[in-house]
């Protein structure tokens, strides 16, 4: 339905280059990044508020790479909801069609699009006596009442509380569920993998992975990626025995056999580190002694980080720290099994 073929776009200092990608027709698809990272810029270029450099931009089939804004038939939600504040919630909402069809056609489908968002009680308001969600709201129906082929939406939780994230995204899967194509921007993890059928992840301007969530996060192609996940423990390495891997800080780690030599990454869940004052005794093929050099407490536990061979990132319950008593500076050993630890397999590593 919409592809991006080789986009590049400059802007000042920061440029967006040679993104590629392709959503499918009725496909929840996520953009996730940090900050900076040119996701926005990469829908306003899709939306066409900047123009390309480089590349075409393809929406069912039609090439709408030098198309003006109104004539590319997708809707933009901005951050910020942009909210008309001189125009009542009805006129708001209104105001892309209220010249193309005659009045009472414009009310019938701003009624409509209103309902579907629950803010049929809000369309005699003033903009000013909305909250966060009711703008957002607003701001989406105001999108939607055109019919848009694709409603792109640039992180439309940043400004919601925790209960109004949740009413937003449980609105937003029962559109995608009625077939509204959608792409969201978003700098959350969790965010990405609750909605998302699809995503590509975004690193200064450059769309380094992209698939299903569990494609992705199964194989990350990085380190950056690797951290969206939550993993702490990626290394990159190569096999130098079918069931030894060496990190690029020459540690040795000792996995589960492989078919064939190769390089790639080493990948641990912080919860498969298990860490004690004494070297421990059990079966456990991988031992470490290090220094504890940062304990991050959580409301789950704790993210204690070991100067090793490796730098290590174990997590603790909040009784396994007391327990311990580990405090910084501290020598202690710790240890996973080869079971634990998942082997990567990449031709080019990052």
């Not at 040795?252 to 580190?273: A, N, T, W």
Request: without cysteine.
């Amino acid at each position: 339905m919409l592809e991006l073929e080789n986009i590049n776009v400059h802007l000042g200092d920061f440029a967006l280059k040679d993104v590629s990608l392709f959503v499918e027709k009725g496909e929840y698809y996520v953009i996730l990044g940090l900050s900076g990272a040119g996701k926005s810029i990469m829908l306003e270029a899709i939306a066409g508020m900047h123009q390309t450099d480089s590349g075409r931009i393809i929406l069912d089939k039609n090439d709408i790479t030098n198309k003006k804004i109104q004539h590319r038939d997708v809707g933009y939600v901005f951050q910020d909801h942009a909210v008309f504040p001189h125009l009542k919630v009805h006129q708001n909402i209104a105001y892309s069609i209220k010249n193309k069809f005659p009045k009472e056609e414009v009310k019938r489908k701003v009624e409509e699009i209103a309902e579907k968002v629950n803010v049929s009680h809000l369309l005699h308001r003033d903009p000013k006596t909305l909250s966060g969600g009711e703008s957002q709201r607003v701001a989406l129906a105001r999108t939607l009442v055109r019919d848009p082929k694709i409603l792109m939406l640039d992180e439309p939780f940043a400004s919601l509380d925790v209960q109004l994230r949740d009413d937003l995204r449980a609105l937003l899967r029962n559109l995608n569920r009625e077939g509204q194509t959608i792409i969201h921007v978003t700098h959350d993890y969790e965010e990405a993998i609750s909605l998302a059928q699809k995503l590509a992840i975004f690193q200064n301007g450059k769309l380094i992975q992209q698939g299903t969530p569990k494609e992705v996060f199964a194989n990350p192609a990085s380190q950056f990626v690797a951290r969206f996940r939550g993993i702490r423990n990626f290394f990159t390495s190569e096999l130098k025995e079918v069931d030894v891997a060496i990190t690029d800080t020459n540690a040795k780690v000792k996995i589960l056999p492989q078919e064939e030599l190769s390089k790639g990454y080493v990948m641990l869940k912080s919860q498969d580190i298990i860490l004690s004052k004494e070297e421990d005794g059990t079966s456990m093929a991988n031992h470490y002694k290090g220094v504890v050099t940062d304990i991050v407490p959580s409301f789950k536990g704790n993210e204690v980080v070991v100067d090793a061979d490796l730098r290590l990132t174990a997590f603790i319950t909040h009784q396994s720290l007391k327990n311990l008593e580990l405090k910084l500076g501290d020598e202690v050993w710790a240890a996973f099994k080869a079971s634990a630890v998942n082997f990567i397999k990449s031709e080019n590593p990052i």
